[in-house]
Each structure stands twice: as structure tokens, then as C-alpha cells.
């Protein structure tokens, strides 16, 4: 039966039924998705799609796990692109990775666009401004190229020009060289200086095209970082209303459960070093004595920002010497304001004075725009640093980081709001906003998903955990060693290497082993290497030179392969069919709390007379084993065996709540390593 069609009816015509019934009929086994070859009726996929289609209608926010399997994809889109068509809303759709950006543009999407005979559905990829090309910025970095640019990143700025005579789309992606992002930040779309008045007239600016084509568009799917530095900035997008970043738009937050860390990051303050130096860099680059002070020939300007760059490193400099970094830790927890004094504060706003001076003089408004926008985000910083040095941000954690960027090793300084619940309430939660937040992996066992709620701020809304149409008690089986020495202990790593040889051959390779160390992982690849060598099977190791995407193709490729990781690991990895046939967990993933913002939000439990480890210790990690184990079962033709070698989930009380979260299937508690396991 087709779907009825999403135009208006007349006032003569029978009212037609809810969004909710269409698309349980829809979703049916005679619905109209089953004329497509890749629908196959689910009716967990059914009942989500009511779920999404009734808060949609209600315009109430709903939150649901939908275990793998389900097809949660479709099971929004539908809801989502008949509501937006017939009210004449946005659907904004917010995901945590490239990959299901990608999905929903070129697969999921196009499946819903082929419903609608009569109806063009739009959508789009909306990417931060800084992924486009800005022709007008690029024709003025071209005419200055000798004052801005040495003669090899000329080079590049050639290789972009003639690159941007033949693009359609005119993002970094696009291009099949990597440039130099000195290069790249002199010629892309930027606030201020590729705005809608100086470069949307044109009809050649890519990211001002992109906002026409978004503010057409029916769906926009964008990325959770993109999403809150949009909010940040609303005038950016467009006009403000009852939604979030459009007039009545609603949003569906898919990949939900990266929601609250992504929220703590992009709602705080990160200013390193290095990337202060490489921002003030484009004013003037000592070493190659280019920058926009030198195109615009201000010979004060370049003295002013020589000693900026000079007072800055004094700056760090200082504050790397009242910090400590104790072993291999990497943040330093500043508890009391006036850490240092704000050295460069005198150095940046003379160079701000220098900006505004010099743009008084200026008649080439485009030009003019350049420079302010640098002058504009140096009074930023200026006032950051000053924010982290005062400590004046109420609920956040304060803390350092050193990191290294080539041979350059840098110290940034980080603020994050300690809980996101209220603020994330008032985002996404407020009155006539309509929000549905999704993932497979949400809930700590319970049905309701409370844990979830409560920390993002959903208290009040309907929480629903729909489970996977997998029959697991035939596709999996979990293995549960009961005893191990305990880490730390002469014996640990020799029982740790013979459970991994043992369980590799039970799989023969096609494995992925999850770490919670890097430490540990380096010890156990250097053990078995040469035992895989000898077995035939690659051994893939984080951390040795690949990028994760390579490390994830050549384990897909080679069906014997193994692969070591730890965190990146653990979530986000698609590898269906034999290729990965094995996942074992070497430790329950408990999070050391030894960062700043986790060891803060333990205190602020502990403060209000609650239990850390057992409110957010044990939940946290029962989250990340779900989503380590998940890795294993991806389609109904998958078969494997998980293995859990922390004795841990047998032996503590908290263990069972651990195992009552994970999938329903046949289990085996091992309690020595078999003989032909050894060596």
C-alpha cells in the first residue's frame, strides 16, 4: 500500500490518520518500505519509528537505545522527512561520526527521496565553515602571495586556485592533496570576512552556496562539534525562532551516547600555544617574514607582533613552571585562581589597537574584514585566558595539558562545565523544542534509561530501550575467565599472554583484542608477535605509525588478521562478516580518574553524599564494555565469541550488574588456561 502522499489535504478531503499510524503501516510487512530491496521488516525498526513519528507529533523530546540491528537510521528519516514536509520545519540531524554522516547522505536518505514521486526531498551535509573554499579570500591571497606565503606554499596556493576552477563542491575533502593549513586558513570561509553581503552576491562562494542549499533543505546533517559551535553563533545560520538553529526546526541526535563529553568540550575553554602561535602567525611568521601586516606594509604592526609572539612564549613559559606533571599524566588540575599573571594581556591588545588603527586607514572593505577578524579572535583569546586565569566560570574544572605537535611540545589551557545536565536541558529540552536523542549503546541495564537521562539533562523525558533483532543465543557466545593474577603482580602478563594465545586459536586470528593501557598493549604485542607471525595471522598494533581508518581497512582485508587497540577501539568500528570473529575484553574499561574533568565529576557526586563509584564508575564502564562487545555482532549472518578475561565480573557484586547489560546469550565461566593454550 503506498504512503499516503505528505501534500496538504483540501478542507473537502477525508482527514488522513496520524503521523504515528502512516508510519507504522509504512514500516509493516506489506508497508511501502517493503518494495525497497534493502528493507527488511524488523519489528523492533517498527516500534522506533512510532516512537520517533509520536514525538514528532506531540513535539515532545523522546530518548531511545536501539540495540544494533534495528535500523534506527531509517527509522527516524521516514518520521522525520514526512513532519518536516508537512509542517514545514527543518530536520536537523546530528551525528558524532563521518562515517554515519555518509551513510545517511549517499544510502539511507536516497532510500527515503525514492518514496516521494511528486515530492523532491532535499538534504544536505552541512560541514563548519572552515571545510570551504572562499574564492574571494582566495583571489586576495593570490594577489598578495608574496607578502603572505613562502615560495612552496605559494605553490599550494597555485595547486588550490586551479583546483577551485574545477570543484563542485569546494571543500578541503575534495582535494586530493593535503595543504599546508597556513595555506588553507588564508583562503577559506571565515566570520566576518566571507560573509553573506561581500560574497553571497557573487554566486561563486561555497560555503555561502552551502547555506542557500541548507536553508532550501528539508533534512541537514551535521556533526555534534558542529551543532554547539553553531548555537554559539546563531546569526551565522540564520534567523532566530522557537528551534535551534533554524525557525522551527526539531532535531534528531543520533550517536547520542558521545553527547555529554562532546557538550563538556565545546562549552568550555581550550587555548593552546601552539595554536595561539599559528593564529597570530598569520598576522606576521618571523621566520618567513610573511603575514598580513607585511601585505599591508605596517612596519609597527610586524614590530608589535614579534613581541606578542615573545610575551606569549614567556607566558607558557611561566605557566609551565607552576605546574607539575606527576609520571605519565598529562593534565595538571589548577584548584586556585592565579595560576600566573596574564603576561601577554598588554602584548595582545596593543596588537588589537595596531588592527583597528590600521583599519581606519583601510579603503578595501574585503581586506579591511581580513584583519579585523584576526584582531576580533586575538581579543578572544585575550579574554580566555584571563576567564581560565580569574577561574570566573562557575561549575567548570580548570586544568593544563601539555601535548606535542611535531617537535613542538605545547601547553594548553582547558576549562569544561563539570555537568552539562542543566545546561544541556536548557538546550535541547526548552519549551516548543522538539528533540530525539538515539544510539544503540545508552542504557546500563536498565529499561528506562535513566542514567543516560540524568546526565544529559532528560529527567523528564520518556526514556525507551528497544532491543536487538538478533538471536544471539545463536550467534554468540561469551567466554568468562574466573581466575587471573592480579595486574601488577610477576604473574599477570604471563597469564594475560597465554588466555589471548589460547582464545586466538580458538578463532583462529580474525580478532580484535581491547586494551585499557597503552602500556599493557605494547607488552602483549611484543609477546605475541612472533606467535602470530608463525600462526599466519597480520598483527595490527595501535599506535605504530597507521592511522586508525588504514589499521581498520587491512583488518577488514586480510580475514586472519588481529588488532590490539584500546580507546578509539572500543566504539565505532564496523567490521561485519568472518573478518572479526573474536573480541576480547582484557580489563573491564574503568576510567582512571586521573583526568580532570572525570576526577571532578566524581568529587561533585561524593560531594552531594553519593556513591562515585558505584553512580558513575561502574555505569560508565558497563557503557564502553557494551560498546566493545558490540563490535562483534553486526548483521544476522555474524557469529563469534566475546571473552571478558577480568575475573572481576564473577567475583565483585558490581560484576552481575556488568553482565545483566550484555546480550543474552550462552555462557562459559573457564577457570584454567587448557594445556595446549601454553607454550
Request: glycine share 8%; charged share 25%; hydrophobic share 40%.
Amino acid at each position: 500500500m503506498p504512503l499516503p502522499p505528505v501534500q496538504s489535504a483540501r478542507p473537502s478531503e477525508v482527514p488522513r490518520p496520524g503521523l504515528a499510524a502512516r508510519i507504522h503501516e509504512a514500516f509493516g510487512e506489506t508497508g511501502i518500505l517493503s518494495k525497497s530491496p534493502d528493507f527488511e521488516y524488523r519489528p523492533q525498526q517498527q516500534e522506533m519509528a512510532v516512537g520517533v513519528a509520536r514525538a514528532l507529533e506531540s513535539g515532545k523530546p523522546y530518548v531511545v537505545e536501539a540495540g544494533t540491528g534495528v535500523g534506527k537510521s531509517l527509522a527516524y528519516l521516514l518520521p522525520s522527512v514526512i513532519h518536516a514536509v508537512e509542517k514545514g520545519r527543518k530536520a536537523l540531524i546530528s551525528t558524532h561520526t563521518i562515517n554515519l554522516q555518509e551513510q545517511l547522505i549517499s544510502k539511507d536518505i536516497p532510500i527515503i527521496q525514492s518514496l516521494f514521486k511528486n515530492q523532491p526531498i532535499n538534504a544536505v551535509l552541512l560541514k563548519g565553515r572552515q571545510n570551504y573554499l572562499c574564492p574571494r579570500r582566495l583571489e586576495r591571497a593570490m594577489q598578495q602571495s608574496h607578502d603572505l606565503f613562502t615560495t612552496p606554499e605559494a605553490e599550494e596556493l597555485k595547486a588550490i586556485w586551479r583546483w577551485s576552477k574545477q570543484t563542485n563542491g569546494g571543500t578541503l575533502s575534495e582535494l586530493d592533496f593535503t595543504p599546508d593549513m597556513k595555506v588553507w586558513h588564508q583562503v577559506c570561509s571565515e566570520p566576518h570576512a566571507c560573509t553573506a553581503r561581500g560574497c553571497a552576491p557573487r554566486g561563486d562562494c561555497f560555503y555561502q552556496e552551502a547555506r542557500k542549499k541548507v536553508a532550501e533543505a528539508h533534512v541537514v546533517v551535521l556533526n555534534h562539534t558542529l551543532f554547539f559551535t553553531l548555537l554559539g553563533t546563531i546569526d551565522d545560520v540564520g534567523l532566530e525562532g522557537e528551534g535551534f538553529l533554524y525557525p522551527n526546526d526539531f532535531l534528531i541526535i543520533d550517536e547520542a551516547h558521545t553527547l555529554e563529553n562532546v557538550a563538556a568540550r565545546q562549552l568550555g575553554l581550550n587555548l593552546s600555544h601552539s595554536s595561539l602561535r599559528f593564529a597570530i602567525h598569520r598576522l606576521y611568521n618571523p621566520k618567513s617574514r610573511k603575514g598580513l601586516f607585511t601585505a599591508n606594509m605596517d612596519a609597527e604592526g610586524v614590530q608589535l607582533t614579534v613581541g606578542l609572539l615573545e610575551a606569549l612564549d614567556d607566558f607558557y613559559r611561566e605557566v609551565g613552571d607552576a605546574v607539575t606533571f606527576r609520571g605519565p599524566a598529562r593534565e595538571f588540575r589548577v584548584r586556585e585562581p592565579g595560576l600566573v599573571e596574564h603576561t601577554a594581556a598588554g602584548a595582545m591588545l596593543a596588537v588589537q589597537q595596531r588592527i583597528a588603527k590600521l583599519c581606519d586607514t583601510m579603503e578595501n572593505e574585503a581586506a579591511k574584514a581580513e584583519i579585523a577578524e584576526a584582531g576580533r579572535r586575538l581579543g578572544e583569546v585575550r579574554r580566555g585566558i584571563q576567564q581560565f586565569l580569574d577561574m570566573d566560570l562557575d561549575g567548570h574544572v580548570y586544568w593544563v595539558e601539555k601535548s606535542t605537535n611535531g617537535q613542538f611540545e605545547s601547553l594548553g589551557l582547558h576549562t569544561a562545565p563539570i555537568d552539562v545536565a542543566e545546561e544541556l536541558k536548557r538546550i535541547l529540552f526548552g519549551p516548543k523544542r522538539t528533540c530525539v536523542l538515539t544510539s544503540a549503546t545508552l542504557g546500563v541495564g536498565e529499561p528506562d534509561l535513566r542514567y543516560f537521562r540524568r546526565r544529559v539533562g532528560a529527567d523528564d523525558v520518556e526514556g525507551t530501550r528497544i532491543g536487538s533483532p538478533f538471536d544471539y543465543q545463536r550467534q554468540m557466545k561469551l567466554h568468562l575467565v574466573n581466575k587471573m593474577a592480579d595486574p601488577g603482580s610477576p604473574g599477570y602478563e604471563d597469564e594475560m599472554e597465554h588466555w589471548i594465545r589460547h582464545f586466538l586459536t580458538m578463532s583462529q586470528g580474525r580478532a580484535f583484542v581491547l586494551f585499557t593501557s597503552y602500556s599493557l598493549l605494547g607488552s602483549m604485542a611484543g609477546r605475541l608477535e612472533g606467535f602470530c607471525a608463525k600462526k599466519g595471522w597480520e598483527l595490527l598494533v595501535q599506535g605504530r605509525g597507521k592511522p586508525r581508518h588504514q589499521i581498520i581497512k587491512e583488518f577488514r582485508d586480510n580475514i586472519s588478521s588481529v588488532l590490539f587497540g584500546t580507546e578509539s577501539f572500543w566504539t565505532g568500528v564496523d567490521v561485519p562478516g568472518e573478518a572479526l570473529s573474536n573480541v576480547i575484553i582484557t580489563r573491564l574499561p574503568f576510567a582512571v580518574p586521573d583526568h580532570p574533568l572525570t576526577a571532578s565529576r566524581l568529587e561533585a557526586i561524593e560531594e552531594k553524599g553519593g556513591n562515585p563509584f558505584m553512580e558513575y564508575s561502574v555505569p560508565e564502564a558497563i557503557l564502553k564494555l557494551r560498546q566493545g562487545v558490540g563490535r562483534l555482532i553486526r548483521t544476522q549472518r555474524d557469529h563469534g565469541i566475546a571473552v571478558i578475561l577480568d575475573p572481576r565480573v564473577l567475583t565483585k557484586q558490581y560484576g552481575k550488574a556488568f553482565l545483566e547489560a550484555l546480550p543474552d546469550c550462552p555462557r562459559e565461566i573457564v577457570n584454567e588456561v587448557p594445556a595446549r593454550g601454553r607454550r
